[in-house]
């Protein structure tokens, strides 16, 4: 039930429904790569190690692009990257040196060129060169793989608490618990009728009957007021389907015999199936005022 208040009213939550699978696609892939490249040992070949070290800061790139697009896809507060002044260098990191050769920052800053030390790649700590004034940095592998999986960790968490405020708050929009009587005593009396031949039966029945009927219009109201789709609620739609469908050839056969149908077999079948179905609805809505208290 916690998945379906947010699976099954997407558009009530806002949702970009296919940028937040894109997103968690791409979360998932990226670590991956991430992970592959470090729990491999390197190759001999320094084609392979530069491929390896490019696809890693691009993969780093694109998870931090991916959360982002997450938050947005949920309608959730944009995360801002740079309070975080690890992850920010990652990425600086990555667009200078794994992203392009020629690059400046900001217009109002000069434009700077970028390579790798060669014989360095496929170690542990990589240098990097910058020009002009010529000047060079050290690049650690597993501190910007850590600083990444830090930044990533901490966004996911406060996704998730982002999310189960928005199930508190979308919870309370809704007062009224669902109904959770299962009609004991209107099922009582339908089973007296199947059983019994006697005059004074048709008024306790119809009247029972009708309780069955307004309790499954209720609950289905009751669904239609917390989910825009009941698809994915449990069984909710086809039961209810069901409950309507039994219950409108039980109301046929007390019409044809209100007095009551002498233990009949097939008045039995349907009115024990009316029960069960209906006793099915009750505790999904037990479940789903759990959810929603």
Same mark, same amino acid.
């Given at each position: 039930?916690?998945?379906?208040?947010?699976?099954?009213?997407?558009?009530?939550?806002?949702?970009?429904?296919?940028?937040?699978?894109?997103?968690?696609?791409?979360?998932?892939?990226?670590?991956?790569?991430?992970?592959?490249?470090?729990?491999?040992?390197?190759?001999?070949?320094?084609?392979?190690?530069?491929?390896?070290?490019?696809?890693?800061?691009?993969?780093? @790139?694109?998870?931090?692009?991916?959360?982002?697009?997450?938050?947005?896809?949920?309608?959730?507060?944009?995360?801002?990257?740079?309070?975080?002044?690890?992850?920010?260098?990652?990425?600086?990191?990555?667009?200078?040196?794994?992203?392009?050769?020629?690059?400046?920052?900001?217009?109002?800053?000069?434009?700077?060129?970028?390579?790798?030390?060669?014989?360095?790649?496929?170690?542990?700590?990589?240098?990097?060169?910058?020009?002009?004034?010529?000047?060079?940095?050290?690049?650690?592998?597993?501190?910007?793989?850590?600083?990444?999986?830090?930044?990533?960790?901490?966004?996911?968490?406060?996704?998730?608490?982002?999310?189960?405020?928005?199930?508190?708050?979308?919870?309370?929009?809704?007062?009224?618990?669902?109904?959770?009587?299962?009609?004991?005593?209107?099922?009582?009396?339908?089973?007296?009728?199947?059983?019994?031949?006697?005059?004074?039966?048709?008024?306790?029945?119809?009247?029972?009957?009708?309780?069955?009927?307004?309790?499954?219009?209720?609950?289905?109201?009751?669904?239609?007021?917390?989910?825009?789709?009941?698809?994915?609620?449990?069984?909710?739609?086809?039961?209810?389907?069901?409950?309507? @469908?039994?219950?409108?050839?039980?109301?046929?056969?007390?019409?044809?015999?209100?007095?009551?149908?002498?233990?009949?077999?097939?008045?039995?079948?349907?009115?024990?199936?009316?029960?069960?179905?209906?006793?099915?609805?009750?505790?999904?809505?037990?479940?789903?005022?759990?959810?929603?208290?």
């Amino acid at each position: 039930m916690n998945k379906a208040i947010f699976i099954q009213n997407i558009q009530r939550h806002g949702f970009n429904w296919d940028l937040t699978c894109a997103a968690m696609d791409t979360i998932e892939d990226t670590e991956l790569a991430i992970s592959s490249f470090d729990q491999e040992k390197s190759t001999s070949s320094q084609g392979n190690e530069y491929l390896r070290v490019y696809g890693l800061f691009q993969a780093m @790139y694109m998870q931090q692009d991916a959360i982002r697009n997450l938050t947005e896809g949920l309608c959730l507060p944009a995360i801002d990257i740079s309070t975080d002044s690890q992850a920010s260098e990652v990425r600086e990191t990555r667009n200078k040196y794994f992203g392009h050769p020629k690059y400046g920052r900001k217009k109002n800053e000069p434009t700077t060129y970028h390579g790798i030390s060669r014989i360095t790649v496929g170690g542990p700590t990589i240098t990097a060169w910058t020009y002009p004034n010529f000047s060079t940095e050290e690049i650690n592998l597993k501190n910007a793989i850590e600083a990444n999986e830090k930044y990533i960790r901490k966004s996911v968490e406060d996704i998730l608490t982002g999310m189960k405020a928005k199930k508190s708050n979308y919870a309370a929009t809704v007062k009224t618990k669902l109904s959770e009587d299962r009609q004991t005593y209107a099922f009582e009396k339908i089973f007296s009728w199947v059983y019994g031949n006697t005059a004074d039966r048709a008024v306790m029945t119809g009247g029972s009957l009708k309780t069955i009927r307004a309790g499954i219009d209720e609950l289905e109201s009751g669904l239609n007021e917390r989910f825009e789709n009941l698809s994915g609620v449990g069984d909710a739609e086809r039961t209810i389907q069901k409950s309507r @469908y039994i219950l409108d050839t039980v109301d046929v056969l007390f019409t044809d015999n209100p007095t009551g149908m002498n233990g009949d077999f097939n008045a039995e079948v349907h009115v024990e199936s009316l029960q069960n179905s209906f006793t099915e609805l009750i505790s999904l809505s037990t479940e789903i005022n759990s959810e929603f208290s």
